[in-house]
């Protein structure tokens, strides 16, 4: 009896955590190398709000990170190093949304890393933020690398950025 409790148990809990994940989503679009970025807002940390779309004629990198992720210390230092080493390009930008909840530990992280190179993006609804959920995304950190068209030419949580610098 106690083994058909736990069977029962097990399926149960993963009958719910599989439907709960964001890949069980029918809306989720995989957006891949090749194909156009999806439009989409994004909230800056001061409170503006910009489309995506207004980037397009540059060059983006993207990244979508947290303060608490291990991974995303290395990859937010790579990105605010070649946004400051190509701060002379009126052809690039380099933006940073924090999937962060709290306002404070980001604007901390970002004063004690000296992180001022890219612009950042943070609406304060953690893995629920509006640009997070229409690219789909289901782990941080994680790199999109657009062309000037919108189409992504790059997608992972590490990225050769050098992509972007060429001419």
């Given amino acids: 009896m106690k083994r058909n409790f736990w069977s029962a148990f097990m399926a149960l809990s993963v009958f719910v955590f599989l439907g709960c994940s964001a890949s069980s989503r029918k809306d989720v679009v995989d957006y891949e190398p090749g194909m156009v970025a999806p439009a989409t807002r994004v909230q800056m940390i001061d409170g503006s709000m910009e489309l995506l779309d207004e980037y397009r004629s540059k060059k983006?990198?993207?990244?979508?990170?947290?303060?608490?992720?291990?991974?995303?210390?290395?990859?937010?230092?790579?990105?605010?190093?070649?946004?400051?080493?190509?701060?002379y390009r009126d052809d690039l930008e380099f933006i940073a949304i924090s999937?962060?909840?709290?306002?404070?530990?980001?604007?901390?992280?970002?004063?004690?890393?000296?992180?001022?190179?890219?612009?950042?993006?943070?609406?304060?609804?953690?893995?629920?933020?509006?640009?997070?959920?229409?690219?789909?995304?289901?782990?941080?950190?994680?790199?999109?690398?657009?062309?000037?068209?919108?189409?992504?030419?790059?997608?992972?949580?590490?990225?050769?950025?050098?992509?972007?610098?060429?001419?």
């Fill in 60 to 87: 983006v990198a993207l990244l979508f990170w947290a303060t608490d992720c291990t991974m995303s210390k290395s990859a937010i230092k790579e990105l605010n190093e070649k946004a400051r080493e190509y701060s």
């Fill in 99 to 167: 999937i962060d909840e709290d306002r404070d530990m980001l604007e901390g992280r970002i004063a004690r890393d000296n992180l001022s190179s890219v612009r950042h993006g943070f609406s304060g609804n953690g893995v629920y933020d509006e640009s997070y959920l229409r690219y789909g995304l289901d782990q941080i950190p994680t790199f999109f690398l657009l062309n000037e068209k919108g189409v992504i030419l790059a997608r992972d949580n590490e990225v050769d950025l050098s992509v972007l610098t060429e001419r």
